[in-house]
């Protein structure tokens, strides 16, 4: 993963989206932290998530090609902090085969995005968008229908990819999987 241009994309969704400005504090767990400490501390909880040993495509591999695609699509968005925040968080709960993972990931974004003062309906609209990805399938309630269906377009673009990747994919989902694949 390109963690400097990561870091840069999870830095502009966290500052633009909480209207905060480079020495603006926020709030979280009971002391003032400055912009820069709330990114590197959300960035940490990102990596560490995305390093777990039972992530063999759900990886930072994975978050990084969702990131280079949500360039060539962020002139067609909306609400770029909101797909922005969806990519990085959609998985950060990841156990395979577990039924919750989506709605468990949605919960932490909602907590960090609050702990980052994002306005109620944008974190709304980022849970929705994790929530989607259970099935795939668009969500009548959300905001911005379009934005929905570009983020969940990116997490399944690796169906389309060439035959080699999509062999590396497959064989990494069976990974992660282990004995219970299939």
């Not at 990084?64 to 968080?89: C, E, G, H």
């Not at 709605?103 to 109620?120: C, G, P, R, T, Y």
Request: one cysteine or more; hydrophobic letters at 40%; glycine letters at 4%.
């Amino acid at each position: 993963i390109s963690a400097p241009r990561s870091y840069r994309l999870l830095q502009a969704a966290v500052l633009g989206a909480a209207g905060l400005g480079a020495s603006s504090p926020c709030l979280p767990q009971q002391r003032l932290l400055q912009p820069a400490e709330v990114i590197e501390r959300a960035w940490n909880r990102i990596y560490v998530a995305y390093m777990e040993s039972q992530r063999h495509y759900h990886t930072l591999h994975h978050l990084s090609d969702l990131i280079r695609q949500f360039d060539q699509v962020v002139s067609m968005l909306k609400n770029t902090p909101v797909v922005a925040m969806a990519i990085f968080y959609h998985d950060i709960v990841y156990q395979p085969g577990a039924a919750s993972n989506e709605e468990d990931s949605a919960v932490i974004a909602e907590e960090e995005l609050h702990m980052l003062n994002w306005k109620e309906r944008d974190i709304r609209e980022v849970a929705a968008y994790i929530r989607s990805t259970k099935n795939h399938l668009p969500d009548a309630a959300v905001l911005n229908p379009g934005d929905l269906q570009h983020f969940l377009d990116l997490d399944l673009s690796i169906l389309g990819s060439d035959w080699d990747t999509y062999r590396t994919y497959a064989q990494n989902i069976l990974r992660e999987f282990g004995n219970n694949a299939m």
